[in-house]
């Protein structure tokens, strides 16, 4: 009876094999064309039912103004006309700007209010640390109680690079050209065009150049859209660090433990970090991208409600780690776990960035803003200075240690450098972990393995191992082809500048 049942077993288990590998073999190819990402999609598709977000586009964009506004001119100081014709065009479009008949700005309050022909008004307000805060609509109030977050870190300017804003001045190695090093900053700073705010270059941790535009300097709090996808991913690299989380467990979602049978229990947290966790939205990158309804992609940063709660409650559009769509679901919802685990554990959540991450890299003036429920908007609405962004980045050219202390935990920055097998199957090799783009191929000009923290609006923190280099580039949203093609000629003359590790 045992043979028997021995022999039925492997029977089973070899036929379960070959229906695998028959399923396997049917999954289409992918060169990463739009018409082939989408055929590959529809193979593994679990849900077509798409319910697109409540309200009005145009209600939606300019909440997105008012809040654009309100953070250029009281986080980063800017000019107001400047900021309304530069600033923000992601959650903003320009041309839907034009509908806005009147602009009021409270220096007092510091709030913004926008009116609308049809009498709607939709504002925002800087509401200490937790920064500009767009109001739900009808509403001019948020939905807590705002804090003032403070750094725990010395004055700025009796401390040593990175911990302060002092640089030594040091002789710098030999093999080190100098003349090529400026000629390469002045070359990355582009034309007036390319509007940039900040360009910093570290290299062997060091400062070893850096520029800025008009009204700012190392300490000016800058828009960096999705490179906040980047620093929500370090942060939850922080707790798995500190044992709240593992990297593969199944993400402890509350809203998916309700039904025993949820597809979305078998989500990871690592998937979901790799943008690969399957959830339905519609989102801009999408190459099925439907213009006809107002993105989701772009609701979770305008539309007012719990936007941890809304995301939770997506559906699954695929199995997770199959398809990899760069949708802002995931960051939202790596925030969520974020805020469940600090509040877990009896502690404060809006001051959590600052002491378990911003006082050990030395940074002072970063600050992350939230829904009207004081849910961080991970995926891009994180203000730093061009400088605390190289610190950021420094602390992933050196595997998360810093000052001796481990940071992040072992193998993490190799997760976050490494391309996402959903991606990689899906033809467009571009995408890794923690929220970090890749580029892991050399290619014909010769260009080394780097991986990166990418904005809308030709933001980016680049770290380059086997030249020990971090670049970061910050600019006005209009800048951004020309900063990026400014951007792009400067990193082979950088390269030429430092001799290689």
């Known amino acids: 009876?045992?043979?028997?049942?021995?022999?039925?077993?492997?029977?089973?288990?070899?036929?379960?094999?070959?229906?695998?590998?028959?399923?396997?073999?049917?999954?289409?190819?992918?060169?990463?064309?739009?018409?082939?990402?989408?055929?590959?999609?529809?193979?593994?598709?679990?849900?077509?039912?798409?319910?697109?977000?409540?309200?009005?586009?145009?209600?939606?964009?300019?909440?997105?103004?008012?809040?654009?506004?309100?953070?250029?001119?009281?986080?980063?100081?800017?000019?107001?006309?400047?900021?309304?014709?530069?600033?923000?065009?992601?959650?903003?479009?320009?041309?839907?700007?034009?509908?806005?008949?009147?602009?009021?700005?409270?220096?007092?309050?510091?709030?913004?209010?926008?009116?609308?022909?049809?009498?709607?008004?939709?504002?925002?307000?800087?509401?200490?640390?937790?920064?500009?805060?767009?109001?739900?609509?009808?509403?001019?109030?948020?939905?807590?109680?705002?804090?003032?977050?403070e750094t725990q870190l010395p004055l700025a300017h009796s401390a040593?690079?990175?911990?302060?804003?002092?640089?030594?001045?040091?002789?710098?190695?030999?093999?080190?050209?100098?003349?090529?090093?400026?000629?390469?900053?002045?070359?990355?700073?582009?034309?007036?065009?390319?509007?940039?705010?900040?360009?910093?270059?570290?290299?062997?941790?060091?400062?070893?150049?850096?520029?800025?535009?008009?009204?700012?300097?190392?300490?000016?709090?800058?828009?960096?859209?999705?490179?906040?996808?980047?620093?929500?991913?370090?942060?939850?690299?922080?707790?798995?660090?500190?044992?709240?989380?593992?990297?593969?467990?199944?993400?402890?979602?509350?809203?998916?433990?309700?039904?025993?049978?949820?597809?979305?229990?078998?989500?990871?947290?690592?998937?979901?970090?790799?943008?690969?966790?399957?959830?339905?939205?519609?989102?801009?990158?999408?190459?099925?991208?439907?213009?006809?309804?107002?993105?989701d992609h772009f609701y979770l940063y305008t539309g007012g409600v719990n936007q941890y709660h809304y995301a939770a409650t997506r559906p699954a559009e695929y199995p997770p780690n199959t398809v990899g769509r760069y949708r802002n679901t995931d960051p939202v919802l790596t925030s969520y776990l974020i805020r469940l685990a600090v509040e877990g554990r009896g502690e404060d959540y809006h001051s959590f960035p600052q002491r378990a991450l911003f006082d050990k890299l030395g940074i002072r003036n970063g600050l992350i803003e939230t829904d009207p429920y004081g849910n961080f908007l991970g995926q891009g609405l994180a203000f730093m200075s061009a400088r605390d962004w190289a610190r950021l980045g420094n602390l992933y050219l050196q595997d998360g240690l810093w000052n001796g202390e481990r940071i992040l935990p072992e193998g993490y920055v190799k997760y976050a450098s490494t391309t996402a097998p959903a991606w990689e199957s899906d033809g467009r090799p571009v995408y890794g972990g923690a929220f970090f783009w890749v580029d892991n191929e050399v290619g014909d000009d010769g260009m080394p393995k780097m991986f990166s923290m990418r904005g809308a609006g030709g933001q980016s923190t680049t770290i380059i191992p086997s030249h020990e280099m971090v670049i970061v580039r910050i600019g006005k949203y209009t800048g951004a082809s020309a900063g990026s093609q400014a951007l792009t000629e400067m990193i082979p003359m950088l390269l030429k500048a430092v001799p290689q590790k």
Not at 6 to 18: C, E, F, K, N, Y
Not at 52 to 76: R, Y
Not at 261 to 271: E, F, H, L, S
């Open 1 to 149: 009876m045992v043979k028997i049942n021995r022999t039925i077993r492997r029977l089973l288990l070899a036929l379960g094999l070959a229906l695998a590998s028959s399923v396997i073999a049917q999954v289409p190819d992918s060169d990463g064309t739009p018409e082939s990402l989408n055929t590959r999609a529809d193979f593994f598709r679990l849900d077509k039912t798409y319910i697109p977000p409540p309200g009005e586009a145009l209600h939606h964009h300019t909440a997105g103004f008012a809040k654009i506004l309100c953070s250029a001119v009281f986080i980063t100081g800017l000019d107001a006309a400047d900021a309304t014709a530069n600033m923000g065009g992601f959650i903003s479009p320009f041309d839907q700007r034009r509908y806005v008949t009147d602009i009021r700005i409270d220096r007092v309050r510091e709030e913004v209010s926008l009116v609308l022909p049809d009498g709607v008004v939709r504002s925002a307000r800087r509401y200490d640390s937790q920064g500009c805060i767009a109001h739900p609509l009808g509403e001019t109030a948020i939905n807590f109680n705002s804090s003032v977050v």
């Open 160 to 295: 040593i690079w990175p911990m302060g804003d002092v640089v030594p001045d040091e002789p710098w190695p030999g093999g080190l050209d100098v003349e090529k090093v400026q000629r390469a900053l002045d070359t990355g700073f582009g034309p007036d065009e390319a509007q940039t705010l900040g360009l910093v270059v570290t290299w062997k941790g060091r400062l070893l150049g850096e520029r800025y535009g008009s009204k700012v300097d190392i300490h000016t709090p800058l828009e960096s859209w999705s490179m906040t996808k980047s620093l929500t991913g370090t942060l939850m690299g922080v707790l798995i660090k500190q044992g709240e989380y593992q990297l593969w467990q199944k993400a402890p979602i509350p809203e998916w433990q309700v039904d025993p049978n949820d597809p979305r229990q078998a989500i990871r947290i690592g998937d979901i970090m790799r943008m690969s966790s399957g959830i339905m939205i519609n989102a801009p990158s999408d190459p099925d991208y439907d213009t006809s309804t107002y993105a």
